[in-house]
């Protein structure tokens, strides 16, 4: 087969650039310039995929992105596979290559065949519910073979070689479409000065005006174009778009937009000489105003067998006439409702093939072109339609009648034309998807025949898209459009553009015809099919408004009417007249179609952008990040923060296990000394007279008296008595602190103290800076820590100059710092604060003093051992925003004296918040000590009772503890502290039962003395 | 995706920018001791949901830090003014103009269809306020 | 101006000069990254070009306008933003206010010179309310230039970067990728982004990505 229906000229292909494809397995031509659906067209590929349920033969109906049968798998190579592509929108390459999408295991014959043939009477809408549903246990298994023989495209199995991006665009006016509305309203919009971007999803701008017979100041229209777009080129202001689909229009005009930057020329960028660069871009455009001007799409009629390949819609013939050279068969029948498919029947036979006839539903259509038509010779039988197709593989006949559309009946003697393709036009519709994105309904204009828009805020509409179709009309419409866009957005028009003179027609009006009438009735005759891509039928429809579904938004979900990856963009509109119909309702009345994003479907690449791969997520990193690398760190992820877990040392060439890395470090902490980067923890700076004041209201426990010099732990709730955050601040100066947060909640907690100040208390004078990431903070713990310090600080170390909770303000290894005295280790500890740039330094000499002590780094693992066995709780592990000072036990950081009603403070005295019985922090102590129980594990009284039991609580932090060489927990439990050496029971998932004793949570040192050595 | 007009900045910022925080003009009572668990739970759980003029507090969480109030219609997004911390909204419930006639929706992919049957009309009638 | 009422001031705030007196090497933001092979030598030849300006005196200050903007200006010789938005600069550009929020400012001075200005500032403002924060430790600046370092933005943030919305003297609080930066319009031929430490190296990353279609350069002076 070489291109038997190309015809020996016209078109806006390359001729001189043959471009060699493969389709299920066979090598075609093409040229530079097709689709690769104009390419299988000129090929006589009739048989592109097999139907969704039914698995019949279908054929290539349209010529854009409401194509619903050419969805094809594309890519050569594993890693450069695309599902569901319509081969509509798919510029040809050289060394492209396409399979069907449907049609396991080819689309010439198949398994599934015998479904189809079944599927007349076994196959009724909600079939595969109602079959396959029980049991239930084996939908699994059904489903695998339905989807294997339906067949939906399938995602590459490796990880795709091209890179994506995303651009954020700002501009005054974003116009939509290239066509002749939108580059009016584009040119008209841009000569009043505004920043405009024009864009267009075809590989060409131009839009209908490509493959118009009509001429524009009396030259072709596509010169027009081509003068029109250069002018807009040149302009600075002006940003140009082609193959840019707008896929989504969100609220105050955000308009997403994909751009196809190298998916025209090959498989992936670098198969396209252009490695490096972005295979496909969503542009994330803010527009002032946005002038939607995207045309409509023609309605197929609904006629029996209209899914055999050859059938098609009439506009699309003409595109492939006109723009591809391609004449997809040899003797037409056109079927329509209105006039302007007839130029169809023109195109048609000025291209040599035979019109065997154009079946007018009218009685008496007089319009230009219809005249035109007759002129040339061409039969035009009227009140008739096509009523049904005959052929399997490929049309073979039209079965021609007179109808009476408003009594739904054929009232003729049918008469059998031999032809093999069909054209049908049912009229447009407007493509108002855009337009209804943010929820805005449509209206259902009766003398128009379609959905035009409803108003949408900040959008402007143009031309087709409000079924304004005349050429004439819409290039004023554009204009008018460009201007009122331009005048919004601030800009006025210096002077009006010309609009383009074009000869006026004397139209007939459409009739209202969406489905034929046929000899039998819907559920007897031959399949219309309403929804090619679902399979969902005339039939299927009027059943399901039998079945009581009256609303055509539930007799989609039953039928699958407008699912898939065209939307319904073929077939809404005559499945709601067909509902309609059935129902005796008006289609308004059936309902309004809203359609949401997206309007044609965007790769998951073009999606994600650049947040892939390393830049999934932002990384952050310590001052001391670099050291804890070269050292062999293990990393956790703490928010964003990437902190060193543990450091594994290689011992006798093998590296350690994290359980030996962590004992090891803990007893280092508990009997030499340590080290530990804390410089994640959140820092806030606090200046003003009335921070004190301030944070007596912020935090549970009195701040009044702290002096300057001195450090407070304090704990903070939301105003629900729940504990949010916890942490030590310390007072600078008498107006002055530095407070510390979980390293989780440092954003949350500035935020929560500028909202509290922004809001209710103003008249305090106080300001709140974060300089979390300006201090760096090492942790120097364990009982040689003092030797150690000493070495590197000026500061007086002396256990009675420099107290616990105290803080110090000296040197450390040359560098000035802040020192404090607190400890989440239990140990001495020195939390060591200096300006970041001089960390690596200061942690470096430490180290260098620290050889003899084997001062042993250790990562957020020993930390979490360390201070558990202290029974020192993590807000966010130990607590999940249900639990109060009181349930820690922590009465004593609670100031229920203090004069201002702190935040918190009402609701612990709630009768929920006081209950006796709620769940209270208690230590477990597993009778197995080799046995480290599971965080998260229920806790239950009796182990022997029937399922459900009674969970009491549940397990927060739980380790292994080197230096009481046993497992060891946190828990909260009911009524927890008056269950002090009770034992509970841990029911495991694996059916056996853990034994704990109840006991204190402290653990380790119980009378807190090491800290204060 | 919202245009944020920041009272602050002076100028409509992206959504990303910025964090909800809420209903706006939640007072805390001044003397909480005083006030009934019922109250204080009130003022703890309780917000509004209106199906239209919504006054929500914002803060420009990226920009300048600051919190400020939006009056927003909750059925067309539609952002109708910003006001900064202290001040009170020019538009309510009451003043807004007459709405939309609203619809049932439903919430799923694809394209969807609201009842306008004028059957259904109680069920797409707004909820007195 | 008082003695009595500065050295009141003071001493209910401790100032903290976080330099050492002898030399010691410090690292920028940038180390690590470095340390990974994402810095480049300086004089890069590709159409961006980001070149960290590291060890700046960075301040934080907060108050209001007319009270900061008399002490800005005795002290610093720049006026401060008081519309928001405002990026003023001296002569040579070497020090620089920027507006941050109705109460909030960041100042940008040669390094070194932020402690003893804040003890300027200081005095000069006594008993006023206003706050003085070092944030030096915890930020960068890095500058972009070159012919794509528009478009490169374009990637990265969601503001308007054409100069309708960002004209030189222009300033914004920003989303830069999955993080923020303060943006900023000091000319015509580049934009600066301040950068938080812990995230520079994340930034620069995502630079390199989205300029790798261009040509880029990530330089950090040394010293």
């Known amino acids: ?1013 | 995706m919202f245009h944020i007009f920041c009272p602050y900045c002076d100028e409509r910022r992206e959504e990303e920018e910025f964090h909800p925080n809420g209903q706006a003009h939640l007072v805390r009572p001044a003397d909480p001791d005083s006030v009934s668990d019922e109250a204080w739970g009130d003022y703890l759980f309780f917000r509004d949901n209106p199906r239209g003029i919504h006054h929500e507090m914002w803060v420009h969480r990226l920009g300048c830090r600051k919190f400020f109030n939006i009056t927003r219609d909750t059925t067309t997004y539609e952002i109708l003014e910003t006001y900064p911390m202290g001040e009170q909204p020019t538009i309510t419930a009451e003043t807004a103009r007459v709405r939309h006639e609203q619809g049932v929706q439903t919430a799923d992919g694809g394209w969807q269809t609201v009842g306008a049957r004028p059957e259904n009309s109680t069920l797409n009638e707004e909820t007195p306020s | 101006m008082s003695e009595a009422g500065s050295e009141t001031n003071v001493s209910r705030v401790a100032v903290f000069d976080t330099h050492p007196v002898e030399p010691i090497d410090a690292e920028s933001p940038l180390a690590w990254s470095r340390q990974r092979g994402l810095v480049d030598a300086a004089g890069g030849s590709g159409q961006v070009r980001a070149v960290e300006r590291p060890f700046l005196g960075h301040l934080i200050l907060r108050g209001g306008a007319i009270t900061l903007d008399e002490a800005v200006r005795a002290e610093l010789g720049i006026n401060l933003p008081g519309k928001p938005l405002g990026l003023n600069l001296d002569a040579d550009g070497s020090r620089s206010v920027q507006w941050l929020s109705p109460d909030e400012w960041l100042v940008i001075v040669p390094g070194g010179e932020e402690f003893e200005l804040e003890n300027r500032l200081r005095e000069r403002l006594g008993d006023a309310h206003f706050a003085i924060v070092n944030v030096s430790g915890g930020q960068t600046l890095v500058e972009l230039s070159g012919e794509k370092a528009r478009e490169v933005l374009m990637k990265s943030v969601t503001y308007d970067v054409h100069s309708h919305g960002l004209p030189v003297g222009k300033a914004v609080g920003t989303v830069f990728a999955k993080t923020s930066v303060n943006l900023r319009r000091p000319s015509e031929d580049r934009f600066e982004l301040v950068v938080r430490r812990s995230f520079a190296d994340y930034c620069v990353r995502w630079l390199r990505d989205a300029g790798r279609e261009y040509g880029v350069s990530v330089e950090s002076p040394t010293s």
């Open chain 1, 1 to 1013: 087969m070489s291109q038997n229906n190309r015809l020996s000229q016209g078109g806006r292909i390359d001729r001189s650039r043959v471009l060699t494809f493969t389709f299920n397995g066979q090598q075609y031509p093409g040229f530079a310039g097709d689709t690769l659906a104009s390419a299988l067209l000129a090929n006589g590929v009739d048989v592109v995929n097999r139907s969704f349920k039914y698995s019949r033969p279908r054929g290539i109906v349209a010529a854009g992105p409401e194509e619903p049968n050419a969805i094809v798998q594309l890519g050569a190579t594993e890693a450069a596979q695309v599902p569901n592509v319509r081969a509509t929108q798919q510029a040809l390459y050289d060394g492209l290559v396409a399979r069907s999408t449907n049609g396991w295991p080819n689309v010439q014959r198949d398994v599934m065949s015998w479904v189809g043939k079944l599927g007349g009477s076994f196959m009724p809408p909600g079939f595969y519910y109602k079959t396959f549903m029980a049991p239930a246990s084996m939908w699994m298994t059904y489903e695998k073979f339905i989807r294997k023989g339906a067949g939906l495209g399938r995602s590459p199995a490796e990880s795709d070689p091209d890179i994506y991006d995303h651009l954020n665009q700002h501009c005054e006016v974003l116009v939509i479409g290239a066509g002749p509305a939108g580059l009016t309203a584009a040119l008209t919009a841009a000569r009043a000065g505004a920043r405009v971007i024009l864009c267009d999803e075809q590989e060409e701008m131009g839009g209908s005006l490509l493959d118009s017979r009509e001429a524009l100041d009396g030259a072709s229209a596509a010169d027009w174009v081509e003068k029109t777009v250069a002018e807009l080129a040149g302009m600075e202001s002006v940003t140009l778009l082609p193959r840019t689909t707008a896929n989504g229009y969100h609220d105050h005009n955000f308009v997403t937009l994909h751009e196809r930057c190298t998916e025209h020329l090959a498989d992936t960028a670098a198969d396209a000489g252009r490695a490096g660069e972005v295979r496909s871009r969503l542009h994330r455009v803010r527009a002032e105003r946005v002038v939607l001007a995207s045309g409509s799409h023609e309605r197929p009629l609904v006629y029996a067998n209209n899914d055999v390949p050859g059938n098609m819609v009439a506009g699309a013939i003409s595109v492939y006439l006109r723009r591809y050279g391609v004449a997809p068969g040899q003797r037409l029948v056109l079927t329509t409702n209105n006039d302007h498919a007839y130029r169809t029947a023109l195109d048609w036979k000025e291209a040599g093939r035979e019109v065997v006839a154009v079946v007018d539903s009218r009685a008496n259509p007089d319009g230009d072109l219809v005249k035109q038509a007759r002129d040339s010779g061409i039969r035009v039988i009227t009140g008739s339609a096509v009523m049904e197709a005959s052929g399997s593989q490929r049309v073979s006949g039209a079965r021609v009648v007179a109808i009476d559309t408003t009594r739904f009946v054929v009232t003729g003697k049918i008469e059998e034309l031999a032809c093999d393709t069909i054209a049908s036009s049912g009229g447009y519709s407007p493509v108002i998807h855009l337009a209804s994105h943010t929820g805005k309904r449509p209206q259902w204009r009766e003398d128009l025949l379609g959905f035009v828009p409803g108003e949408v805020k900040g959008m402007h509409f143009a031309g087709g898209v409000q079924a304004v179709y005349a050429l004439d009309e819409t290039l004023a419409d554009g204009t008018r459009a460009g201007a009122e866009a331009a005048q919004a957005a601030g800009f006025e028009q210096a002077e009006a553009i010309a609009v383009p003179s074009v000869e006026t027609r004397t139209e007939s009006a459409t009739s209202a015809l969406y489905q034929v009438p046929h000899e039998k009735s819907s559920l007897r005759a031959p399949k219309q099919f309403v929804d090619l891509q679902n399979d969902v039928t005339a039939a299927g429809v009027e059943l399901a408004t039998r079945e009581g579904f009256e609303s055509i938004e539930h007799v989609k979900r039953y039928t699958a009417l407008g699912f898939g990856t065209d939307q319904g963009k073929l077939g809404n509109i005559n499945g709601m007249a067909i509902a309609a119909r059935c129902l005796h309702r008006s289609i308004p009345e059936v309902g309004t179609t809203v359609f949401r994003p997206n309007y044609t479907p965007v790769s998951f690449g073009a999606i994600v952008g650049r947040h892939c791969g390393e830049l999934f997520d932002p990384e952050r990193y310590t001052a001391l990040h670099q050291w804890h690398v070269e050292n062999g760190a293990e990393f956790e992820d703490v928010g964003h923060w990437k902190r060193p877990w543990y450091f594994p040392r290689k011992v006798n060439g093998k590296t350690e296990t994290m359980h030996d890395a962590v004992a090891r470090e803990c007893l280092a902490v508990r009997q030499g000394v340590g080290i530990l980067d804390a410089s994640t923890l959140g820092k806030i700076d606090i200046q003003g007279p009335d921070a004190r004041e301030f944070l007596g209201r912020i935090y549970t426990n009195k701040w009044a008296k702290l002096a300057p010099g001195r450090v407070r732990y304090g704990l903070m709730c939301k105003d629900d008595g729940m504990l949010m955050d916890d942490g030590t601040t310390s007072c600078l100066g008498e107006n002055h602190f530095l407070m510390t947060t979980t390293t989780g909640g440092a954003a949350s907690v500035l935020e929560w103290l500028e909202l509290w100040h922004q809001t209710e208390w103003p008249e305090l004078q106080v300001y709140f800076n974060s300089v979390t990431d300006h201090f760096a903070t090492m942790t120097v713990t364990g009982p040689e820590a003092r030797k150690l310090m000493a070495e590197v600080t000026d500061i007086d170390l002396d256990r009675e100059q420099f107290k616990f909770m105290d803080w110090k303000q000296g040197t450390v290894a040359g560098v000035p710092a802040r020192v404090f005295r607190i400890s989440f280790t239990g140990e001495l500890a020195f939390e060591i604060n200096v300006q970041a740039n001089y960390a690596l330094h200061v942690w470096k000499a430490l180290f260098a003093h620290g050889e003899k002590y084997d001062l042993t780094p250790y990562g957020t693992e020993t930390m979490h051992v360390l201070r558990a066995e202290k029974g020192l709780i993590i807000a966010g592990q130990d607590t999940d925003g249900s639990v109060t000072p009181e349930d820690l036990g922590m009465h004593w950081a609670v100031g229920y004296d203090k004069p201002f009603p702190w935040i918190g403070k009402r609701a612990l005295t709630r009768p929920d918040t006081a209950r006796e019985d709620r769940k209270q922090l208690v230590g477990l102590k597993p009778k197995d000590a080799t046995v480290v129980l599971e965080e998260g594990a229920q806790i239950v009284l009796d182990r022997e009772q029937t399922i459900p039991m009674t969970m009491m609580g549940h397990v927060t932090s739980s380790y292994y503890s080197p230096i009481l060489e046993s497992g060891f927990a946190l828990a909260v439990l009911k009524g927890g502290r008056n269950r002090m050496g009770e034992t509970v029971y841990l029911p495991m998932s694996d059916g056996t039962t853990h034994e704990a004793e109840v006991v204190n949570t402290v653990f380790f040192d119980p009378k807190w003395e090491r800290q204060n050595v």
